[in-house]
């Protein structure tokens, strides 16, 4: 559990950082205020793999989100990963099994309750409210931008509503 309450942060990991979880474990990042800069490769900004349970909560502030993949709310394997910004002007940038995705029967939830955000991905096909299929059941994926002026780079481009082409 990392708690930080205020100033202008940046948190920096290769992989399994910044609110993750691995095997049978609890990951906390909580980030109360300040503009934030959120950089990792992959497993990371509230992720949960193999039974865990990962969140990433960040109260305020103009916050910047970087990762390759597996990463900005995203369950893997019977696992829940979280990534809460509560309110600011945000900017998310993932490639691919990001922004509110579930795989091999995990939960992912991204949601952003205010500002004019920007979501920037590479990979469509597995992204933003993906999930898959496995061990004859599926995975969720959701996710949620509540409200503000939104720019979606690379999946969808309406601000008001879209689907995904997800079975599950």
Not at 62 to 86: E, N, T
Not at 138 to 153: A, P
Request: proline share 1%; with cysteine; net charge negative.
């Amino acid at each position: 559990l990392l708690v930080d309450s205020s100033g202008h942060d940046t948190y920096i990991s290769d992989i399994f950082g910044q609110g993750s979880s691995y095997w049978y474990a609890l990951g906390m990042l909580v980030d109360l205020a300040g503009n934030d800069k959120y950089l990792s490769f992959q497993y990371a900004q509230g992720v949960g793999t193999h039974l865990t349970l990962g969140i990433l909560l960040d109260e305020n502030g103009d916050d910047y989100y970087f990762s390759k993949g597996v990463s900005q709310g995203c369950g893997h394997d019977l696992s829940a990963g979280i990534l809460i910004d509560y309110s600011g002007d945000d900017t998310y940038q993932a490639n691919d099994l990001s922004q509110g995705a579930g795989s091999a029967n995990g939960f992912g939830w991204l949601v952003d309750y205010r500002g004019d955000d920007s979501y920037q991905i590479k990979g469509r096909h597995n992204t933003q409210g993906y999930g898959n299929p496995r061990r004859d059941y599926g995975s969720i994926g959701l996710f949620m931008d509540l409200m503000g002026k939104d720019e979606y780079i690379g999946n969808g481009s309406n601000d008001n509503y879209w689907i995904i082409d997800s079975k599950w």
